[in-house]
């Protein structure tokens, strides 16, 4: 089984600050998905990465296979994007099987 | 598109007692999962199932019954409630792994059993 790690489990920042939020797994992967999930909200699906870098408005995501590792930034963050910050991996080249780190949590202060 | 839907949003059961979970999309994706998610826990895979009338255990199915027997729909049936299935429930759907297909959540599911 696939161990996803995420760091940190909670991150506070001022509005307009750079965020980075780490995912770490021990096994190799075919892709893997960052997910957001307001408080009491459903989750969306933020970026679903398999090499390289992926960019949309604020927010970048980046995968280094090699070294197992994915990092979430977020630019000049805003309230807005407090929420839980989800990595989720799949093995195998499944997308209906994935493995969950347990979530940031980001809070943005005005 | 409405996306994926979840039915019905809040739900408290008394042990024992059975019920359903409903989840209908409407994207034609040939996947679709259950998942509970805890608190201090990652989501965990429940049952999923990789098209109509072909279902298979996830990594926490016992208590659960699922069935997929069109593309849209893939309910979730709690057959003896037991406190410890107290949860948050997704369903998600999602295409074959390739390109950029990602994975669609819905709304969830808010159980408690009493």
């Known amino acids: 089984k696939n161990e996803v790690e995420q760091s940190p489990q909670n991150l506070t920042a001022q509005e307009g600050e750079f965020i980075t939020i780490n995912c770490s797994y021990s096994?190799?992967?075919?892709?893997l998905h960052w997910l957001q999930q307001h408080p009491g909200g459903g989750i969306v699906s933020l970026f679903m990465?398999?090499?390289g870098k992926k960019k949309h408005g604020r927010l970048i995501a980046t995968i280094n296979i090699q070294e197992k590792h994915s990092s979430l930034h977020i630019t000049a963050s805003h309230p807005r994007d407090s929420a839980v910050y989800i990595c989720?991996?799949?093995?195998?080249?499944?997308?209906?099987?994935?493995?969950f780190g347990k979530g940031t949590l980001l809070t943005v202060n005005p | 598109n409405a996306g994926v839907t979840q039915t019905p949003k809040f739900q408290v059961l008394k042990t024992g007692q059975s019920m359903t979970l409903q989840c209908a999309q409407d994207?034609?994706?040939?996947?679709m999962s259950w998942y509970r998610q805890d608190p201090g826990m990652g989501l965990r895979l429940i049952h999923y199932?990789?098209?109509?009338?072909?279902?298979d255990q996830g990594e926490v199915p016992n208590g659960y019954n699922v069935s997929r027997s069109t593309t849209e729909d893939f309910p979730l049936r709690l057959l003896s409630a037991a406190p410890s299935q107290t949860s948050v429930y997704f369903c998600?759907?999602?295409?074959?792994?390739?390109?950029?297909?990602?994975?669609?959540f819905g709304e969830g599911s808010w159980l408690t059993v009493v």
């Open positions: 998600a759907s999602s295409t074959p792994h390739g390109g950029g297909n990602t994975i669609y």
């Open positions: 096994v190799g992967i075919s892709a």
């Open positions: 990465l398999s090499s």
């Open positions: 989720a991996v799949n093995s195998g080249g499944s997308n209906y099987k994935l493995t």
């Open positions: 994207m034609n994706h040939e996947y």
């Open positions: 199932s990789v098209g109509a009338g072909i279902t």
